[in-house]
């Protein structure tokens, strides 16, 4: 079903006349109440009247994850914090997080956005949503509760966790869409499958995975062991949070783009030029009604490519396929962001060890597993197999306390690390998704 | 009278033992007592040899990690409640034991045991006033 059928059919040449429309207002806002845009603008020799047309945003300086955090916590919001209703926040690169804010009205298009989004997965008025995303500073599970409830369906807050409850909740309270992590989704299932509770016998029809990168062949898996249709949303929370792209359950092939909202682009992570339709890059995002916290050509440093073929869903917005990959080297941990940065700053602060560090990830049923391999340094090398356990554990309390992610701590020897070219290799990601 | 031991950081992987063997079997140094103790992830391989300094670089050389530390050799008659007298006076005198092993070889009539205790000094005056020899390590080398 298509929610909002004037906004997501609409012909291409109207779209991008209200595209122009709302970048050039978006512009001239940010240069005006945001002095990290204005300066940016500046030294690229620029003011917000000469983006005339669309292809004129080439000219606009990117915006980077650094300078969301440069301007920690609030310096990049538009609008006085008495209009801002609502804060999140996702990790940054240094442990610091990235600090995200919403007027009254964005809460108001993040929840359209959303309600849109769930309808193109399948949900409608009268569904019951079990809502799996984690409710708090993630945007997860929020934004989809907002969702929900402006769509007019039913929704459940369970959030994470507690998965043994949550199998009862679906047996008892007969949900028909169930959204979450596509890796929990497996979990979940099974889980259900240990306490004798088939999907089989449950309600669902769809389920709406996102927030972490998944493949075709965990899809296949994940409508086979839950008996659903599956299909992927993306969002980032610099960006508004789910609901910037999602698939229609009638094609699954590509996430449709809410273009009146934002403009992708896709540029070369290395020149930084765009590049056409077709070609796989880095995903940059241009928000076009976000008052709170508007951004201006921002790095996702998702890998991707755009689709503009017609799609039979009826929808015009151009499509975004699967994220293939990362322009650095962030890891999605349980549906939280890990620089290796940040592992490194912990290993920085214990003098016991060498900075050499290497993240193995790797899925255990269905669950993200870190584990960080560390070479204990000579100077502080003791012989009681005591002393050096107290240290693992103390490493794997540091890296909880800072990243909110468990981690296994693993002393190596001296240079077991792989050094290739001199530069270690720092993750090896064994997760098949 | 105190005796140096090296330790040798090891991860649990297969032929890790053995490296640090034909390390020492080139340099011609001579093992003359060992321990291993492990947890799933590593090992610690503490070694006494007959030239510890030697050992220590040919293995740190190598990329071992390599500790010093040191150790007590004590003279254990080797007859039933031998052990249990020593251990007495430690826990008597309040001195922690955080390891211990045995000597390969004999001395006369005794066995040798090797202690890794804190309060060294303490825990060797109160050996020898209790009449137990403890033995240096020039003399343990050439047993």
Redesign the interface.
């Known amino acids: 079903m298509i929610h909002d059928i004037e906004y997501e059919t609409m012909p291409r040449e109207a779209l991008e006349a209200i595209q122009l429309r709302r970048l050039q207002s978006t512009l001239a806002r940010v240069y005006s109440s945001v002095p990290f845009y204005k300066k940016a603008f500046e030294e690229a020799g620029i003011v917000p009247s000469d983006i005339k047309t669309l292809s004129d945003l080439k000219l606009v300086p990117f915006t980077t994850k650094t300078d969301l955090r440069d301007n920690y916590p609030f310096d990049m919001f538009a609008v006085p914090m008495d209009n801002v209703v609502r804060i999140h926040a996702s990790s940054g690169t240094t442990g610091k997080p990235t600090v995200v804010g919403y007027t009254a009205r964005d809460i108001g298009t993040w929840s359209n956005l959303m309600a849109r989004a769930l309808a193109a997965g399948g949900a409608g008025r009268g569904d019951i949503i079990h809502n799996a995303y984690g409710y708090g500073l993630f945007t997860g599970g929020l934004g989809v509760h907002y969702g929900a409830e402006r769509l007019g369906a039913s929704v459940i807050p369970v959030s994470g966790g507690n998965t043994k409850r949550q199998v009862v909740i679906m047996k008892d309270f007969g949900p028909t869409i169930i959204t979450c992590t596509p890796s929990y989704a497996l979990h979940l299932a099974e889980v259900a499958e240990d306490v004798g509770v088939s999907f089989d016998s449950l309600t669902f029809k769809f389920g709406i995975f996102g927030a972490e990168p998944w493949s075709e062949k965990m899809r296949e898996e994940i409508e086979r062991k839950l008996n659903l249709t599956a299909v992927d949303i993306y969002g980032l929370s610099e960006v508004m949070g789910p609901g910037v792209a999602i698939e229609c359950y009638e094609e699954k092939k590509g996430l449709h783009i809410f273009e009146d909202h934002f403009i992708p682009e896709i540029v070369d992570p290395k020149t930084l030029e765009p590049l056409p339709h077709g070609e796989t890059g880095e995903l940059v995002f241009t928000s076009l009604t976000k008052e709170a916290f508007p951004v201006i050509r921002y790095r996702t440093r998702d890998i991707t490519s755009l689709n503009p073929e017609p799609c039979s869903c009826g929808r015009t917005h151009l499509r975004m396929n699967r994220v293939t990959g990362r322009s650095d080297d962030m890891l999605i941990i349980r549906g939280v962001n890990v620089f290796p940065s940040q592992i490194e700053s912990v290993l920085m602060e214990t003098e016991e060890v060498e900075p050499h560090y290497q993240l193995v990830v790797d899925r255990k049923d269905n669950l993200d597993v870190l584990t960080v391999n560390v070479e ?3 100077g502080s ?5 005591r002393g ?2 107290v240290l ?1 554990k103390r490493i794997t309390k540091n890296i909880k306390e800072l990243l909110g992610v468990s981690a296994k701590v ?7 690390i792989d050094r290739s070219q001199g530069k270690a290799v720092r993750v090896v990601d064994n997760r098949e998704i | 009278m105190q005796v140096e031991q090296i330790s040798v950081f090891l991860e649990n992987k297969s032929g890790r033992l053995s490296e640090v063997t034909a390390i020492l079997t080139e340099s011609e140094v001579n093992i003359r007592a060992l321990a291993l103790a492990d947890t799933s992830d590593f090992g610690v391989l503490r070694l006494l040899v007959d030239d510890t300094e030697k050992a220590r670089q040919v293995l740190k050389n190598n990329g071992f990690t390599v500790g010093k530390t040191n150790v007590v050799a004590v003279e254990v008659p080797d007859k039933p409640g031998g052990l249990h007298r020593i251990l007495t006076l430690f826990y008597k005198a309040d001195i922690n034991v955080e390891y211990m092993y045995a000597f390969v070889r004999s001395s006369g009539d005794n066995a040798v045991m090797i202690f890794r205790i804190e309060k060294e000094d303490e825990a060797i005056d109160l050996l020898h006033k209790n009449g137990v020899n403890v033995i240096d390590g020039e003399r343990l080398y050439t047993i």
Do not use: C, G, M, R
């Open positions: 204990v340094s000579e090398f003791t012989d009681e197999v050096l356990q693992e693993k002393l190596v020897e001296p240079k077991a």
